[in-house]
């Protein structure tokens, strides 16, 4: 009987009456290229779905599955003694000599995310042509399905990955009797090896390398990928486990692969495990079995048939995809581009065409990707969330933490996937265990600090081969600052005073302990950091010469200014830790001030210097507008005109993820048809697939709807769809701002299931630019304070109401659990 109900539930949770429109990508040929497959994903396992006739491919990939093994201590010694000389070459205003110095207080390389190998499934159809072609991927139900007619035969195959059961199940079927015939195989780019089992499984066994280096790190003197780990502690072992479920014909398996003969359907379970044991444990020696880890997932969904499968997966997923809903009505009677295959859509989007669609797809395809790559323990979505078809991939495919980590759950809070940002949070606690070794060892300092670069053994130094990496990224320590404002994020979005108090409050305070000896005092006796350097970016010295180490840059600051004012609110919720909280009220007082430029604009740098590049992709000193709250058009309006004349001077051009990020800035400005323009922009269709830093190199968004840096970068995905967001909503000052950055191409439109911060779940819809009516439902009981661009009036409560110079905010006390319905006057 529980199981008929469970059965019901999930079907119910299927069924049209809760469908979302518009939620397809769809498409009339298979994918060419990999940036045209469809992924599929359930946090562990990660499939690209290309839906070729007779070669069908879905490249795999296992989330755990990494080069190289736990971190070493001591593997620069000499660091700490070099950081006085650095800092006496600053004071000096000797920038190339603080380049070449602190280039001696750099470690090793972070490994790299590896491809776990191919799936293939071979039909020969004998140069019979396939008609009425037709796949898709619906991300309503995280479905792949690719269709079409051979011989007077309809072939269909679905594919999802299942996070209850932890396999990906594929289901070909034949319209016809005993027509379905093909084989299935399995290869790997890394040393594998195929067998068979007594229960009729194919299994490929295989071995990680224990060294990977970069893929811009080339030094002809060394091999890039090594195998061999004389310690027997690195390179993991991994799995993939196949077994085919047939209804009619036959099955036979051999180390060549599983061979089907005319059956009707058959289901293929496919179970991808690797040794991966814990950032500190060896992956070879102290490894899990992962053997054992496939078997019994093999055998466990084997227990239950295709129906009870797929049910599981959708409730599963829709439990979490359902929350939020987002449309924007077309104005147009009939709108020609909306009916077109995605990629045809995304080109006419591209040329002009209007059709919102699109962008509410978007919205809802980054919170998919989300789902679908963000559900395992200790391992957040990397630089390509779980999807990952090169050896040596983009940047190694890992963590990089001066903007793209976290980017990727910019969108987890707001568009209401709390439980998955829990990834990320559990992983910052490691990296702050690896990173208070790194604080000691390179800097002889308390507390824990990390760099531009981390994998999943949390490795925390300055990356760079020990003075290979240019410092301008190699050494930028500003990581473990960032990174604990997800731990502050998830507390005020939530308010579980729990988590605030056991986990979010020791990580910060151990950054904010690192950098309370990292500070010094300047001659005017400002607290200034030193070295210090804006991401990525460089500066003309006074001297006419580039350089990109200097002192106390906007960043660095801000990211500082954020880390303690969260620690000082978060200590004031807690009611502890008194003396610390003063103590950071005394010391932020004192940090170097944020500065306007000649030309009216943010200061970068300490100094009001020229840019090297001034389209430059990264235009961190604008932290404090976002992801940050120091600035603000509500309350500092100053250093917000000036936010706005540098994001003027840096132009709207840049990568996939810069676009993506210049939607949050304009967002927060309160500019939304600028944070729209920027939308369009980074919904440019674009087929670019080499390097590129430059707008020119194609930064958009390729025909499956992936984000292009290029090549691709999942960030862009997650920072686009956080972008809508803080267009229809912002709650990171002291109230909760509806409709803040409305553009004027939403006319009429609705949201539902929004997060705010307090604690508060939001629904909105609109009518004309105007609010027309909301609900708020309080989740933790807290006072309500709601900014809004006209008057409102709020059902069945008290409410006080004040008219400011950005709008009239409304002010209410709530109860824990109940719904407020207000309406725009």
Request: with cysteine.
């Amino acid at each position: 009987m529980k199981q008929n109900c469970w059965l019901f539930l999930c079907l119910l949770l299927a069924s049209p009456l809760f469908a979302q429109p518009n939620l397809k990508l769809w498409y009339n040929q298979p994918a060419a290229i990999w940036t045209e497959a469809l992924p599929v994903g359930n946090g562990r396992i990660g499939g690209m779905v290309f839906g070729t006739v007779e070669n069908e491919l879905i490249q795999l990939n296992e989330s755990t599955l990494w080069s190289g093994g736990p971190v070493k201590g001591n593997v620069n010694p000499e660091s700490p003694s070099y950081l006085p000389k650095v800092r006496e070459a600053l004071a000096q205003e000797n920038y190339k000599q603080a380049v070449d110095l602190v280039k001696h207080m750099q470690g090793l390389y972070t490994q790299s995310y590896m491809p776990l190998g191919d799936l293939s499934l071979k039909q020969n159809f004998n140069g019979a042509k396939p008609s009425g072609y037709y796949r898709d991927l619906d991300i309503h139900k995280a479905v792949a399905t690719t269709r079409f007619t051979v011989n007077g035969v309809v072939y269909k195959r679905e594919i999802f990955a299942s996070a209850p059961d932890g396999v990906l199940v594929i289901r070909l079927t034949a319209s016809k009797p005993g027509q379905l015939t093909f084989d299935a195989s399995a290869k790997s780019p890394l040393r594998f090896q195929n067998t068979t089992t007594a229960t009729g499984e194919l299994v490929m066994k295989g071995k990680a390398p224990a060294q990977v280096d970069p893929n811009y790190y080339n030094p002809k003197d060394r091999q890039h990928i090594i195998y061999e780990d004389t310690e027997g502690c690195k390179g993991m072992r991994f799995q993939l486990r196949l077994k085919a479920l047939n209804k009619g014909g036959s099955v036979q398996i051999d180390t060549a692969g599983i061979h089907v003969r005319k059956a009707t359907e058959v289901v293929l379970l496919v179970a991808a495990t690797t040794s991966f044991n814990g950032y500190d444990k060896c992956p070879d020696k102290d490894g899990k079995d992962e053997n054992k880890l496939a078997e019994d997932m093999i055998r466990q969904a084997n227990g239950r048939d295709y129906p009870a499968l797929l049910a599981r997966h959708t409730a599963d997923y829709q439990s979490y995809f359902n929350r939020f809903t987002f449309q924007v009505t077309d104005t147009t009677a009939t709108n020609a581009n909306a009916a077109l295959p995605s990629d045809q859509r995304l080109q006419g989007y591209s040329q002009g065409a209007y059709d919102p669609g699109v962008e509410t797809l978007y919205g809802q395809y980054g919170r998919y990707l989300l789902i679908s790559s963000s559900r395992v323990t200790d391992v957040p979505a990397n630089l390509q969330g779980i999807w990952n078809k090169e050896l040596r991939a983009p940047w190694s495919s890992n963590y990089t933490i001066n903007i793209n980590t976290q980017m990727n759950y910019w969108p987890v809070e707001v568009t209401n996937l709390s439980e998955l940002h829990q990834p990320l949070l559990s992983f910052i606690g490691l990296l702050a265990k690896n990173g208070a070794l790194t604080a000691n060892e390179f800097y002889n300092m308390k507390g824990w600090v990390a760099h531009h670069n981390t994998d999943i053994w949390a490795i925390s130094n300055p990356v760079g081969d020990r003075g290979q990496g240019d410092p301008k990224w190699a050494n930028w320590n500003q990581g473990a600052g960032w990174l604990s404002q997800h731990l502050w994020e998830h507390y005020r979005f939530t308010d579980d005073k729990k988590f605030l108090r056991e986990t979010a409050y020791p990580i910060m305070k151990g950054a904010a302990q690192f950098y309370l000896d990292w500070l010094v005092e300047d001659k005017d006796g400002y607290l200034v950091v030193s070295p210090s350097v804006s991401p990525e970016n460089d500066f003309i010295d006074s001297k006419g010469q580039p350089a990109s180490i200097s002192v106390a840059t906007t960043m660095d600051m801000s990211i500082m200014w954020d880390l303690f004012t969260n620690l000082i609110d978060a200590a004031t919720v807690l009611n502890t830790d008194a003396a610390f909280k003063t103590l950071l009220m005394e010391k932020r007082k004192k940090f170097y001030p944020l500065h306007i430029g000649h030309k009216g604009n943010l200061q970068e740098w300490s100094k009001d210097w020229e840019d090297v590049d001034p389209q430059h992709r990264h235009v961190s000193h604008l932290f404090g507008l976002h992801p940050g709250r120091q600035i603000s058009p509500i309350t500092t309006p100053d250093f917000s005109a000036a936010a706005k004349k540098t994001l003027e001077l840096r132009g709207d051009a840049g990568t996939g993820w810069s676009r993506a990020w210049k939607i949050n800035f304009w967002a927060r400005l309160l500019d939304g048809n600028h944070a729209y323009k920027l939308l369009r922009e980074l919904l440019q269709f674009t087929s670019e697939t080499q390097t590129s830093y430059v707008s020119k190199g194609g930064g958009g968004t390729y025909p499956n709807f992936f984000d292009a840096h290029p090549p691709f970068q999942i960030d862009g995905n997650f920072g686009g769809t956080a972008g809508m967001a803080e267009m229809l909503i912002q709650s990171h000052l002291s109230d909760i701002h509806l409709l803040a950055a409305l553009p004027d191409a939403w006319k009429d439109g609705q949201v539902t299931g929004l997060k705010a911060r307090g604690g508060f779940e939001v629904g909105i819809q609109w009518k004309n630019h105007r609010l027309a009516t909301a609900t708020v439902k309080s989740l933790s009981g807290e006072p309500c304070k709601l900014r809004t661009s006209r008057p409102i009036r709020v059902q069945g409560v008290k409410t006080t109401s004040a008219k400011t110079d950005m709008g009239y905010v409304t002010s209410f006390n709530t109860q824990k659990g109940a719904v407020y319905t207000l309406t725009g006057l």
